[in-house]
């Protein structure tokens, strides 16, 4: 990765991790006021009647959606860059073998499903570039990564319009400086192949799930 675009992936880490350490205290009162149940229930959908032995959550957040999908894996490794957002999951969440990391990407461990809800729209095309890139350098190959978020193929203007609400509010209430959803199929793309498709909310959500290959 070039000098200059590592010293925006950083900058672009700080910026929400401030931001979610800011916002950790209301982020649920924000999802509730912003209609987000249908987010908490597409992370469920996602993950019930998966099984794995260990499941690796980037960014669960407050644990939104976690608490009954978890408890079909043996180990679950939660890796969030906000400590106050963990403090919240780890007040919600109960399992018999659960560990809170601190940390990013570069903490992902081999083996296991490693799942990523909501994470991606937060970043510049070039900050899921250097994302993407990280994660499967991490991963093993024929690894599994499952990816939810809000679908960027989806164009209808009720969802764009939805879409900017949010971002707006987003941005007011955590100072992250979200603008736009990326395409990050297309940069995932470059290093997994997509083994399932499932979309959620009328396709406003997308859900895939990759194997590393690259
Ligand atoms: C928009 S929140 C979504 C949280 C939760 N998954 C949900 O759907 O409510 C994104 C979360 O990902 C975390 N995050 C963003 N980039 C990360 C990274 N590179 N490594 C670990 N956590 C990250 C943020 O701190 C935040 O808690």
Redesign the pocket.
């Known amino acids: 990765m070039a000098k200059i675009e590592l010293m925006d992936f950083i900058g672009m880490?700080r910026s929400?991790?401030s931001g979610?350490n800011r916002s950790a205290g209301f982020?649920s009162l924000f999802?509730r006021l912003l209609g987000m149940g249908f987010?908490e229930r597409s992370?469920h959908q996602c993950l019930v009647g998966r099984k794995a032995q260990k499941l690796e959550v980037?960014?669960?957040?407050?644990g939104?959606?976690l608490s009954d999908a978890i408890q079909n894996f043996e180990e679950v490794r939660l890796?969030?860059?906000?400590q106050k957002?963990l403090e919240k999951a780890r007040e919600k969440l109960e399992h018999s073998d659960i560990e809170y990391v601190l940390?990013?990407?570069g903490d992902l461990s081999l083996g296991g499903l490693v799942f990523v809800?909501?994470?991606l729209?937060?970043y510049s095309e070039e900050g899921q570039s250097a994302?993407l890139k990280r994660i499967s350098g991490l991963m093993d190959q024929g690894q599994k990564l499952l990816i939810l978020d809000f679908n960027p193929e989806q164009k209808s203007s009720p969802f764009q319009a939805y879409l900017w609400i949010l971002y707006k509010g987003f941005r007011l209430i955590t100072g992250i400086p979200v603008g736009k959803l990326n395409n990050y199929h297309l940069q995932a793309m470059r290093y997994f192949e997509v083994l399932e498709e499932r979309n959620f909310a009328k396709a406003c959500l997308s859900a895939r799930l990759y194997r590393k290959v690259n």
């Open positions: 880490k929400i991790e979610m982020y999802a987010i992370i980037l960014g669960p957040g407050d939104l959606g890796i969030d860059l906000s957002m940390g990013d990407e809800p909501f994470v729209n937060m994302l």
